[in-house]
Structure formats: C-alpha cells, structure tokens
C-alpha cells in the first residue's frame, strides 16, 4: 500500500508492456500519444482493482479501451482502467470504492493487441505519466506484487518444504472465466482467490488436464465423490450441484476450504489445505502456486525498456514473450499464435529488432560464433537464452528458453502441446541436464 492510499491496481506481479508518450498505435498505426501505461499481469490475466479510495463516474463500453471504468479521487485525480475483459457486478455510477477493491478482470477488449490492463491517470482533465505519479505517492509501478495475497482480510502464508509438483513446473495462466469463478467464490465465501488458483493449478493445471484420478477424484478442483456430497454447493445456480460443472466445483472448493479453518490464521490456512490432500508436500505446493498468482513483496522487474535486463532490446523481448504466456504450441510452428521453443524465440528477439536464426542448434552456433556472450549460472539476466539437451538425445541441444526473472530462476518458452507458452523455473537443471548453457545475445549495446 502506497502513501496516502495509493497502491498498484494489481494484486499480482507483472510487467509494462507498453509505456506512457507518443508511439505508433499497433492498431491503427498513427503516430500519436499513449496516454497511459499497459500491464501485463503474471503468469496471466487477472483482478484489476482500485489503486485508491474514489467514486465511479463511468464505466461500461468506452471506445478503444473497451470495458473500462473511470474513478475519481477529488483534487482533480481522475484514473481510468481499460480493456478489461468483465466488470465487477457490484459497480454503478456513484458507487464508492476503496483501494485494493475489485474493478474488474484483465482482457483484451476494444482496440487491443492482447490481455493487459490500460492504466491511466488525469489531473485536471489531461493525461500524465502514470509511473512519476505513482513513485510520488509511494506506490511505484515497478512490477512487483503490491502486497501480500489477500483476499477478506487476511494473507497466504509462504510457502515451506518438502515440495514436489512446483519444482518443475511454474504457475499457467488462469482462463478468464475460471478467474472470475476464483473471484466470485473468493468474495461469498471469504477464501483468498490466490488460495483457489493455487488449488486449481496443482489439481488441473487450470483445467488442462482435467480427468479422474486413480483415487476417483474428479472435476477442475478433483472432488471425491464421498466428500463432494457433504461440501459441494451450487456454484452457477443452475438448480443442479454436479461434480463436473467447474463452477459448482470451485465454489465447493471455497465451501470446504472455510468449512475446514482456512480464516483461522496461517495454521488455518495449512490444516485446511492438509485436508483438501493429506500430504506436506501438496499444501507447500499450493502456496507456491498461491504466491505465484497472488505475489508478495517480490516480483520481476518491469520490462519497459530499462529494467535490469541485458540490454533495451533484451527488455523488448522479455515483454514480447511474457504477452504471449497462454498461446499455443505447435512444432514446427512460427506463429502468429503458435510456436515452438526456437521459433518463439526468434520471434521475441524479432520484435525487438534483432534478426537470429530458427533452429534451436543454429541459435546456438550463431552466438558462439561471435554473436552472443556465454553467461556463467547465477549472472543471467532478463532475455539471455538457455539451451538445454531434450528428446534429440544428451549430445545436443534440443529446447531454448527465455529468462524472464533470474532471482526466482523463472523463464519462458513454448514448451508442448499440454502446457503450451508459459513459465517455468529452470532450478536444478544444470545438475540434471546433459546440456546447460546460458547465451547473452549481442546488441549495438555490447558491439
């Protein structure tokens, strides 16, 4: 929470994809003022809310910016959020607000080139630059999670060992209509929304591998029968409680969660988490989940061109890729919508205005001869590649990913047909691959 009330109008981490001033539209393709700053939240889409106390004054369909609302702070403040894919039922025009309460979900509505939120803010009637404004007011927009994973008042405990799931595997992008099911159970029934998504992502992988277990569990949440009986509810109020109708499924979540002590404390969270599934390692991994989405003190380094990248284009392909987080893989594919490891990464780097090759072994090659810097583990930075061994066998590379935030040893590619573009931690892989190598692509920065 910021100075005077004034926080960022996320509540997870996230990167500026885009910043405030002149610019070529992307839609349009005119030359004109970017009146605000464009986040991109992470892994993927999620609760836009207040980043202060105000009143609506408009909300609804508004030209470019799609579904947007409008607060206003007095003094002349005004803050505008745009392209929200929905916004929040309980909003009118005349409706108070505080800081940190729910406005809507992340989209890509109106003129938009993918999920992200458009943050503005007016003083006296004209747009300034969000980012001075907000470092004045103690909230500075600097991509990390403003505060810890709350939801009804109290915070997700962090996360300890033994944990088994999150070491290989990093939090998916949560579909927009699972998200507004999280927020809506998350509101009735006083469980953190983080908590759900967490339980969602070590369950399902978000929906994405949705299928009975070996023990019977079924459903996005994975309910046994026996226990859906006493805790499921009706979650889309379509008169029937069924075990494999997602909503129905995350709000008997929520239910049991709170049935079972999840607002008594950390130890509440723990003992209710323990059981959902009777094991250590799966409540330590639903926090890391938790903190994934939800954030805490932490968080990468926004990538609007300064940040602590390897260069300014290093930077550009960092935003590129983390944009693309939820889009397809397909081998052999080079987009628009599908990639796989290489080309993903050509296509990053292409958008920052660096041309190299398509093969993950001639990206390799074209950097050890002369193009790149090697990087020894632990002095990697934002959008230096690393190669690794894979199905071509231990004597070549095979995959290519880019490093995104080398503190928590987070990367990004396209990685198969299952989980698609998204995150994941490279820790430990250098003990376990046959290859492990870090490149710095050169820039005119380097040469």
């Not at 005119?30 to 105000?54: I, Q, T």
């Not at 390897?310 to 397909?330: L, N």
């Not at 993903?344 to 090659?365: C, E, L, M």
Request: aromatic residues 8%; hydrophobic residues 40%; contains cysteine.
């Amino acid at each position: 929470m910021g100075q005077a009330g004034w926080r960022a109008p996320v509540q997870q981490r996230y990167v500026i994809t885009s910043p405030f001033g002149d610019r070529t539209d992307p839609i349009s393709h005119a030359y004109r003022l970017h009146a605000g700053v464009d986040l991109a939240m992470l892994p993927g889409p999620g609760p836009v809310v207040a980043a202060a106390a105000g009143t609506v004054v408009r909300l609804g369909p508004y030209g470019g910016l799609g579904n947007e609302v409008t607060l206003d702070h007095g003094n002349g403040v005004q803050t505008l959020y745009g392209h929200m894919s929905r916004i929040a039922d309980d909003l009118r025009p005349g409706t108070r607000v505080q800081a940190g309460q729910v406005l809507g979900q992340e989209g890509s509505t109106g003129a938009s080139t993918g999920p992200h939120l458009h943050f503005e803010v007016h003083l006296n009637g004209k747009p300034i630059n969000p980012v001075p404004f907000m470092q004045q007011n103690g909230a500075p927009l600097n991509g990390s999670a403003p505060a810890p994973a709350t939801s009804s008042g109290f915070a997700v405990p962090a996360a300890d060992s033994p944990r088994k799931q999150t070491l290989t595997q990093s939090a998916l992008p949560v579909p927009a209509d699972l998200m507004n099911l999280y927020l809506g159970a998350a509101q009735k029934y006083g469980v953190p929304w983080p908590i759900l998504a967490g339980v969602g992502m070590e369950e399902t992988a978000q929906g994405r591998v949705n299928h009975t277990s070996t023990a019977g569990a079924k459903g996005v949440m994975q309910f046994l029968p026996s226990t859906f009986a006493r805790y499921g509810v009706d979650g889309d109020r379509d008169g029937r409680v069924d075990i494999l109708n997602t909503a129905d499924s995350v709000y008997s979540a929520a239910n049991a969660l709170r049935a079972w002590g999840v607002a008594d404390g950390a130890a509440g969270v723990r003992k209710a988490l323990y059981a959902y599934n009777h094991a250590d390692w799966y409540v330590n991994d639903v926090l890391h989940y938790a903190t994934e989405y939800g954030g805490r003190t932490g968080g990468v380094a926004c990538t609007d061109g300064s940040a602590s990248a390897a260069s300014p284009q290093a930077a550009d392909a960092v935003a590129w890729a983390a944009s693309k987080v939820g889009h397809g893989f397909r081998f052999g594919a080079d987009g628009p919508d599908a990639w796989d490891s290489s080309a993903f990464v050509q296509s990053a780097y292409a958008k920052a205005g660096v041309n190299i090759p398509r093969s993950v072994r001639q990206q390799r090659d074209w950097l050890a001869a002369g193009h790149g810097i090697r990087v020894r583990p632990g002095d990697e930075r934002p959008g230096d590649l690393i190669f690794e061994d894979s199905y071509l066998g231990p004597d070549q590379v095979g995959f290519v990913m880019l490093v995104t935030d080398p503190a928590a040893q987070r990367a990004v590619a396209a990685r198969n047909p299952r989980i698609n573009v998204t995150y994941a931690t490279y820790t430990g892989e250098q003990q376990s691959k046959h290859i492990f190598e870090i490149w710095r692509v050169k820039t005119p920065a380097h040469r």
